[in-house]
């Protein structure tokens, strides 16, 4: 536990928030898809949003049940108050680096290049820093500043509405929507609280090797070296702190790992301690293989019907063939990527289509 890396997530929620909604076709912000993604990278020790909340009232039941910590920036009334949640940001960041010294990651969540000094320093300071923006408003300035920059559209678990634009990066962040979302006309009566998390938790064998690959997936993307079975399983408890092994019939997580090697889903290899072994991916596997024959196989009947089909739809093409299809079990954190890993090896061609407003594919040439 010593090595783990542990993170101080920043929301500049009204950033985020109103971004989602300008650039993504309406969607409402997600948190769930930026903490997965950060469970694969560490322990998440400190969450905290700034906003006026008054003006995100729908938001904040989701981020409580987040455990994140909201931290009200009033608006005054015929005041323009641009750089107040900033501020207040950067000012407890700084503070929480100087008296916390057990953080090791520092997650800005914002688009906006005013925070590039607050990077710079907390790298100055020994810190590593990760970004998270969204791709049409975050400023260019700021992910080449970042230790690493994650695009909240490219996450796994967002699902943007499909036909919307994605933006190059061309805004400075809150100077290109500075009016927050309108509160609502109405309090709508309180939902029944129910346990969310748990309703969530797969219980399927075909969604356990799937929570696997995914993990393990995300975890070499992050650390570009060897997984040990311990890290594997202490990122899955962050992604489900109720994940037990025995749920699922085994009597240690190491046992789960021999049986989804017995399957081919994964392959177990001799690691830096005993009962301690690395995790990868098996270098040949033919249910990937069938996998991407699948993939091939639809394009090529699909392009001499109908023409070249897009991307989206596509993967519901696949499943009409292949009902248990999931290109996560094979570790890929999107239909997009399996496509892609699928052009790299020669299978189909790709190509963004302006017309359509998607990806089109064709019969490799």
């Not at 500049?12 to 993504?24: K, M, P, Q, S, V």
């Not at 906003?51 to 981020?63: G, H, K, T, V």
């Amino acid at each position: 536990m010593a090595d783990e890396e542990r993170i101080a997530l920043f929301l500049d929620y009204e950033n985020l928030a109103i971004g989602a909604r300008d650039d993504l076709g309406g969607m409402e912000f997600d948190l769930r898809p930026l903490t997965d993604a950060l469970a694969e990278r560490g322990r998440v020790v400190v969450r905290r949003a700034y906003a006026d909340w008054s003006y995100f009232e729908s938001d904040r039941r989701n981020l409580t049940l987040h455990h994140v910590e909201l931290i009200e920036i009033p608006q005054r009334l015929g005041a323009v108050r641009k750089n107040a949640a900033d501020i207040k940001m950067a000012v407890d960041a700084m503070e929480m680096c100087f008296q916390r010294d057990y953080i090791t990651t520092f997650v800005i969540c914002t688009g906006d290049s005013d925070f590039t000094p607050l990077v710079g320093k907390l790298r100055e300071l020994n810190r590593r820093v990760i970004g998270v923006g969204l791709e049409a408003s975050t400023s260019r300035m700021l992910p080449p500043a970042c230790d690493e920059f994650l695009f909240y559209e490219r996450l796994e678990g967002v699902n943007v509405p499909t036909g919307t634009k994605k933006g190059r990066g061309r805004g400075g962040g809150r100077g290109r929507s500075a009016k927050p979302a309108e509160p609502a006309k109405a309090p709508a009566p309180p939902e029944p609280i129910v346990d969310e998390e748990v309703q969530e938790k797969p219980d399927q064998p075909a969604d356990l090797a799937r929570l696997v690959t995914q993990t393990l997936s995300g975890l070499q993307r992050s650390s570009g070296g060897a997984v040990l079975a311990s890290t594997l399983k202490r990122a899955i408890l962050r992604k489900d702190p109720t994940f037990s092994e025995a749920d699922y019939g085994f009597r240690a997580f190491g046992e789960l790992l021999r049986n989804l090697e017995s399957r081919k889903v994964i392959e177990l290899s001799t690691g830096s301690a005993k009962g301690d072994p690395e995790v990868g991916f098996p270098e040949e596997s033919t249910s990937e293989e069938d996998a991407f024959e699948l993939l091939r196989t639809v394009v090529g009947e699909l392009s001499e019907r109908d023409g070249p089909p897009p991307l989206s739809g596509l993967k519901d093409q696949l499943r009409n063939r292949q009902p248990e299809f999931s290109e996560k079990e094979f570790g890929f954190g999107g239909f997009l990527q399996f496509c892609k890993a699928a052009r790299a090896r020669g299978l189909i061609d790709m190509e963004w289509d302006d017309g359509a407003d998607d990806y089109v594919l064709r019969p490799a040439s």
